[in-house]
């Protein structure tokens, strides 16, 4: 059988958690905030952990249980939702297909759901940090991908079994709505016809799963079929007719193939859902703990609380510490016990917050070992005790003949003998409804017994002669809740190491009883215990006094400390603006040195402009007087243009074919032929995009052009020439790389390369600077602007490189 979370705990369990009656829980109102913890779970598997709930002894544990608050808690803090939506209790399916049961639709849709739920919280909680406990408990969570991908394949999100599920369902869902549409045409027809007249209504309805005709009774025989049923009133049956019995018999029958494959395809299933039972189940019992954590992370935000301190020792210290039931305004109160006492006795008059105290001490005991934070402020501290026992309350029962006395000491005799290890023991108007003087020395009697058994005992009375044992007591304290006498209204606030006093003499005079009554009333009192009221009242009295010293004293620290903050605040506005004046002069000499090294560079490049024109000048110039010597030995030892061209119209070229290449004298321009010459010695020619004709006696043959290194070299000096400025061509690249190079170097090195490419003849240059800030190619564009070898230049386009490459051609 699977495990269920109500299982109860095993014997060696038990240890870990506080023994205590039912008594116990219902006086500290523990289960109200059980309730509370309820109604802030998103699953009923959270829910069943807070009802099986008890504060926990050991250290560890409870450690662990405030730890995972916390984590919690800093999720909702940080915005954050711990997605629990769609998580479904599966444990009774889970018993059921592993017993080999058949799961509904229904049951195997929550399935998936809760399946797909599992993996949105196991991502979750796996993306968020420095949450080793929630971590921890998303590994529990398993992954159902094949089952779930299953389940929605064949189960609609209405938990209907889909058509596709199998083919087998496929074709016979697909011939039931063929035949029902054939069975409804057919009705139809039937319904309109000659037989119309018979019907109650022209309608077709469904009885038994079967299609039928509602027929007035009077026309029974003329409507041949089976009934089926009859109205209410008699007057009408419902009426199979003949036409279509043999089509609801074959619908009957495809309707039972249809149940037995859809159980068939449950049945596979279910199967798949028994083969995941175990991690199911564990998957199951992570999400409850996460669920109880989200809780119990919500409850403490909602209510303002704190992680408390835990410390091994029994031990209890409150700082403004808020009982979680009340409601309105509460009176935070402080409170200790086990650290320099282990008895507290309270005193005060009725009504002042004396049982509300107790009630918020042990509960608090309770939430914090019960893994839940406290609403307190921080610095409180909760050891671990191993029994908590109250008597709060009127235990008076009519059924039982007991007293309120007797009520209450049935009750004290019972935490006497259940008492065992650290205890915390409230105990509310101890030694009450008795003999005054007996009832408080039997109080005494009890009180000493709990001390001298360890237990830390906090107990409440009006008895005087209580707070005198206190006094005279090591390790036992008094303590009072305030009232103010002026307007005879308690103020909820404890006061450690004060009795209380009851305030009935000025209290009655207040309210009008006549002084005389109230003078007569003290004269009654003995001298001890005029002393001590007395006493009592000049402690308050001075308490008081401190107190409101205390409060001018806190006042005029609070002066000085608003006074420091101002003089640190004007301190550090007068130290910022020293620094922003400092740091301003600094901008200031910083943008007066760029100003002049701007300046300096500028009047630098103007001089190396000036510097680069004047040699480009003098180059220039001998470029010009290297090629006027070189046209002159050329014009030397080369025939004119028009002297060769008179030379070429005397000759003729002959046989001149479809396809040669041809010069047209006339026009210097180059063609192909594209006919043979006729009879008049007229040839036509391609030039370009333009055909002509021309004589042969303005053409000439012309050598086709070759690669470079197999052209056939012609006679003459001009080839000869020609020969060398394309060796020389070669010898010069047609592009320069200055990438790497600072600014002063790229343009000495562009000088250079545009002397070798203007000598070479070259038509255009690439210049090669990359794209980088932008700096060396601004430099180069600015040299070519004025460079008068460079008739104009681009960036190169697509294919060329782009912006970081200059294209710039030079002169002829």
Known sequence: MLPSFSTPLRREELRNYIAMDERTLRTLEFAKIKEMLAERTATSLGKEIVESLAPATDFLEVRHRQAETTEARRLYEGGHSIPLGGLHDLRPYLQRAVRGGMLEPADLLDVADTAASSRRLKRFLEEQEDLPILTALSRMLGTFNRLEAEIRQCIDEHGEVRDDASPALYDIRRSMRTLQNRMKERLDAFVRGPAAKYLQDPIVTIRDNRFVVPVKIEYRAQVPGIVHDQSSSGSTLFIEPLAIVEMNNDLKELTLKEREEVNRILTRLSSLVAQEADALMDTLQAVAQIDFASAKGRLSLDLDCTEPELVREPLLEIRKGRHPLLKGKVVPIDVHIGITFDTLVITGPNTGGKTVALKTMGLFVLMAQSGLHLPAAHGTRVGIFQQVFVDIGDEQSIEQSLSTFSGHMTNIIRILNALDGPALVLLDELGAGTDPTEGAALAMSILEHLHARGAKTVATTHYSELKTYAYTRSRVENASVEFDVQTLQPTFRLLIGVPGSSNAF???????????????????????????????????????????????????????????????????????????????????????????????????????????????????????????????????????????????????PRGLQPGEAVRIISLDTRGYVLTPPDEQGNVLVQAGIIKMTVSLTDLERVEEEQPAG??????????????????????????????????????????KFLDDAVLAGLPQVRIIHGKGTGALRKAITEALRTDRRVVSYRLGGVGEGGDGVTVAKLQE
């Open 506 to 652: 000025e209290i009655s005079r207040r309210l009008g009883l006549s002084p005389h009554i109230v003078d007569r009333a003290r004269q009654f009192l003995t001298k001890e215990q005029e002393r001590v009221e007395d006493l009592i009242q000049g402690i308050h009295a001075t308490r008081a006094e401190l107190e409101k010293e205390r409060a001018e004293a806190n006042r005029l620290r609070a002066e000085a400390q608003r006074m420091r903050d101002e003089y640190e605040r004007r301190y550090g506005d007068a130290k910022k603006k020293a620094a922003e004046t400092l740091e301003k002069a600094r901008v200031q000499a910083q943008q007066i040195l760029t100003t002049a090294r701007r300046e300096a560079e500028a009047v630098i490049s103007e001089l190396k402009q000036a510097l680069r024109e004047q040699r480009e000048a003098e180059r220039m110039q001998a470029i010009q007087t290297a090629r006027s010597r070189l046209a002159r030995a050329r014009a030397a030892v080369e025939p004119s243009e028009a002297e060769l061209r008179a030379q070429r119209r005397g000759e003729v």
């Open 710 to 751: 197999k052209a056939k070299g012609a006679p003459g000096v001009r080839t000869r020439d020609r020969s060398l400025a394309a060796a020389k061509a070669q010898e010069v690249p047609t592009e320069v790389d200055l990438r790497g190079l600072m600014v002063d170097e790229a343009l000495e090195k562009v000088d």
